[in-house]
């Protein structure tokens, strides 16, 4: 094996060992919440252990993205990396719930640097049908996670202290950082850089209202108060402000004419109505087994575990074959699948068994991981090499805008039917929300049938 297919070799370990660690943390996390909230003595304050990682990673992560363009995947990776490091062990270290919350904000800052910048960091590595395959195992690390997390999360709550959960990610950042500084080379032309300051102001502040507004309204404040109000206004004008400045800086921090490449808007497009999909699927199946089908809470949780190896299993079968078959057979076929499990879904009745949620789950699993990875070698084939960093990371914004979009819109719907903790009522609910998932993945089917057939010589350069 050559020097160059070495180091490329091990800067991916190094790679795959930061976006486990990152991709494990929501999950860990999720098992400590209640062990958290005992010690700390901030059990109102719980949800925002999640809410603020979730805000500081979707606004830092189209930054990040661009920021790695300018400056070289390298140093805004260490960048990602130290923040990550630093407010997982400030985590560890939190003696109030408020603390834990200012630290979260700083580990999901490091996080919304992480994982675009190792996706693009793969992109630049490896071309062709190579870059299908590493992409398509990239996808995979998030599934492991999901399996392992529970476990892992729980081992440490029950054996030694919730506190390990967020120490454990030391030692594995530290060798992540030395196998990618120290073995990635890359080439970056020192030449003066115009940052867009203003449009990354704007833009903070549009996507904290926005995601403000999502994640507090019906919770802490009801959607018609005034706060909500005002934050969706906040987040509308500074949307126009934003926009007026991207159309004119020399170096946009979010170039719109990534949004007008049917290449790359179209699967932008997939992610954010996907993603939606398996947010109303990830949260409100396990309801439906416990809840309705009466199963009890163990078994409910076990039951997006076939949707967490439908997935990379599809998502290295389309990474390994769309180079042969077309990226845009994937994608369909994908969206199709999507589709097809969410009318499944939405035949579910209190009389429906245990086999047929489990039949869901892996048709919408597989189904998005025929789109996921396809889906990023198209965007960052599309690209060209100095913006393949923002394009990256606009996917992940995207993905995550759904996912948050989508839990506070279908919270609401729930909420408006179930007044009682019924079965009936409890089923009129979800039903209510299965309605909406129908709706969104057969927009998702159109959206993906707007994707241009490329040729596949043309794919496979990347």
């Known amino acids: 094996m050559s020097q160059k297919k070495t180091n490329r070799t091990v800067v991916t370990i190094g790679l795959l060992s930061a976006l486990f660690i990152g991709a494990l943390d929501s999950t860990v996390v999720t098992t400590a919440t209640t062990s958290i909230a005992k010690e700390l003595q901030g059990l109102s304050l719980i949800s925002w252990i999640f809410s603020i990682y979730t805000l500081t990673t979707c606004v830092t992560t189209p930054i990040f993205g661009k920021l790695a363009d300018l400056f070289g995947r390298k140093s805004i990776f260490t960048i990602g990396l130290l923040l990550f490091l630093v407010g997982s062990v400030l985590c560890g270290a939190a003696h109030s719930m408020t603390e834990l919350i200012w630290f979260r904000a700083i580990q999901g800052m490091g996080a919304g640097a992480l994982t675009p910048v190792t996706f693009t960091i793969i992109g630049d590595l490896y071309t062709g049908e190579q870059r299908g395959k590493v992409q398509g195992i990239l996808a995979s690390v998030w599934s492991v996670a999901g399996l392992l997390g529970p476990f892992v999360g729980g081992y440490f709550v029950d054996e030694i202290s919730w506190r390990w959960i967020f120490y454990m990610n030391v030692p594995v950042s530290i060798v992540s950082f030395i196998l990618v500084f120290g073995f990635l080379h890359e080439r970056f032309a020192k030449v003066p850089k115009s940052i867009d300051y203003y449009g990354a102001l704007t833009f903070t502040v549009c996507i904290s209202s926005l995601l403000l507004a999502f994640l507090t309204g019906g919770k802490t404040y009801a959607w018609d108060s005034s706060t909500i109000l005002i934050l969706f206004a906040i987040a509308a004008a500074f949307l126009i402000v934003f926009l007026a ?55 409910s949780g076990l039951m997006l575990m076939p949707m967490s190896i439908a997935w990379p299993l599809a998502s290295n079968l389309s990474g390994r074959f769309m180079f042969r078959f077309g990226a845009k057979i994937f994608m369909s076929a994908g969206a199709a699948l999507v589709a097809g499990g969410a009318l499944w879904l939405f035949t579910l009745n209190m009389n429906s068994s245990y086999w047929q949620v489990i039949g869901i789950v892996i048709v ?12 990023i070698v198209t965007i960052q084939n599309a690209a060209a090499g100095n913006m393949r960093g923002v394009a990256t990371s606009t996917n992940a914004l995207m993905s995550a805008l759904g996912q948050t979009i989508a839990v506070a819109v279908f919270g609401m719907l729930f909420n408006r039917v179930v007044k009682e903790d019924t079965p009936l009522q409890m089923a009129d609910g979800m039903h209510l929300i299965f309605i909406a998932i129908l709706v969104i993945a057969l927009v998702n089917l159109f959206v993906a049938y707007l994707l241009p057939a490329a040729r596949k010589s043309a794919e496979s350069r990347g």
Do not use: H
Not at 268 to 282: D, I, S, W
Not at 287 to 294: K, P, R, T
Not at 370 to 375: D, K, L, M, Q, S
């Open 364 to 375: 919408v699993g597989f189904g998005m991981g025929c789109i996921n990875a396809p889906a």
């Open 245 to 299: 400045i991207e159309a004119k800086a020399r170096e946009p921090m979010l170039p719109l004419s990534l949004f007008r490449d049917r290449r790359l808007s179209v699967p932008y497009g997939l992610g954010f109505f996907g993603f939606c999909v398996v947010a109303g699927v990830t949260i409100y199946i396990p309801l439906w087994v416990q809840n309705v089908l009466g199963y009890s809470a163990t078994t």
